[in-house]
């Protein structure tokens, strides 16, 4: 069983940034960000590998950057030129490779508002 804690939510103005960030408690090949708008369905927003290999979601392209410290099992999340749908619980995510258990982190509210 592997613990992930997010930290780095909160109330940001439009155009405003924010970091995430992440720590697992144990080695996890894959981990990412996902998020979670009132009303909505939960939606990934970036992933990375151990191998630094990321994919990001289309509506924060060029905004946000994800990255990761691989000795500190600790994954991060720089979200630039907020926008109010940004708006969302994120939630960190991770799993082991060659495996098909995910584990996922108590969530951290971002609220883009002015």
């Known amino acids: 069983q592997v613990q992930l804690v997010e930290s780095g939510g909160g109330l940001v103005q439009p155009g405003g940034s924010l970091r995430l960030s992440c720590s697992a408690s144990?080695?996890?090949?894959?981990m990412g960000w996902y998020r979670q708008a009132p009303g909505k369905q939960r939606e990934s927003v970036a992933t990375?590998?151990?191998?630094?290999?990321?994919n990001y979601a289309d509506a924060v392209k060029g905004r946000f950057i994800i990255s990761r410290d691989n000795a500190k099992n600790t994954v991060y999340l720089q979200m630039n030129s907020l926008k109010p749908e940004d708006t969302a619980v994120y939630y960190c995510?991770?799993?082991?490779?060659?495996?098909?258990?995910?584990?996922w982190g108590q969530g951290t509210q971002v609220t883009v508002s002015s």
């Open positions: 995510s991770g799993r082991a490779a060659l495996s098909t258990i995910t584990y």
């Open positions: 144990g080695s996890l090949f894959t």
């Open positions: 990375i590998t151990s191998l630094s290999n990321t």
